[in-house]
């Protein structure tokens, strides 16, 4: 009966199909054992483990962390400013800020160890503004117009142009002496003496 049982023809591929499953069961659970001793094995990665030789990692509550987490994620590139009274001033320029591992709301700053003590003096609050991580980028080209003034670098027609003449630097002062011309016609001038004599009638001409 239970020969049967076990060799029948229609039971054989029952038995088969559940010693093949058992194997694969067996064989998951050993690697899973596996993985799970190699992470245990590993130290977790930290922060504090990639901070260079004189540097400090300096923890900050920054005022408009919000708009800068979405905006570099996990690394970024800032400025750091800071606010006492109501004077705002520039404490740390281009620092890196790294997202703590354990945390993601939390932020952290790279700095050299002597601005981190200035830093931790300040007091607070800070804020930051967002830079370019890339050190090849072109700064953009101011344009040539200023209030509606074409630049001087741009080409001017000719016509346009006044151009001086040559001694033009040199001033002179000197006074044009006027011609004094006579107002009496060449014909009627002569060199040579008349008489005139008088008469009772018109007079004559004597040469």
């Not at 905006?71 to 001033?89: M, N, P, R, S, T």
């Not at 790294?98 to 952290?108: D, E, F, G, I, S």
């Not at 700095?111 to 607070?124: A, D, E």
């Amino acid at each position: 009966m239970i020969k049967d049982l076990f060799f029948s023809s229609q039971n054989r591929w029952l038995w088969g199909g559940m010693l093949i499953l058992t194997i694969l069961f067996v064989i998951l659970q050993k690697k899973t054992a596996l993985s799970n001793k190699v992470s245990d094995s590993e130290e977790p990665l930290l922060a504090d483990t990639m901070i260079p030789l004189g540097y400090a990692l300096l923890p900050l509550q920054l005022e408009n962390i919000d708009s800068l987490a979405s905006l570099i994620g996990a690394f970024g590139l800032i400025d750091l400013y800071g606010q006492q009274e109501d004077k705002v001033e520039l404490l740390a320029s281009r620092i890196k800020i790294l997202q703590a591992p354990l945390n993601p709301h939390q932020y952290a700053v790279l700095v050299p160890q002597p601005l981190s003590r200035n830093i931790m003096l300040h007091g607070g609050p800070y804020w930051g503004t967002v830079l370019n991580r890339s050190e090849n980028t072109s700064w953009p080209k101011s344009s040539k117009k200023v209030l509606g003034t074409e630049a001087l670098s741009q080409e001017t027609p000719r016509e346009h142009l006044e151009i001086p003449p040559k001694n033009s630097s040199k001033k002179t002062n000197r006074k044009v002496k006027s011609k004094s011309f006579s107002t009496t016609p060449r014909k009627y001038l002569t060199s040579t003496p008349v008489e005139i004599e008088y008469h009772s009638g018109s007079p004559n001409r004597a040469h």
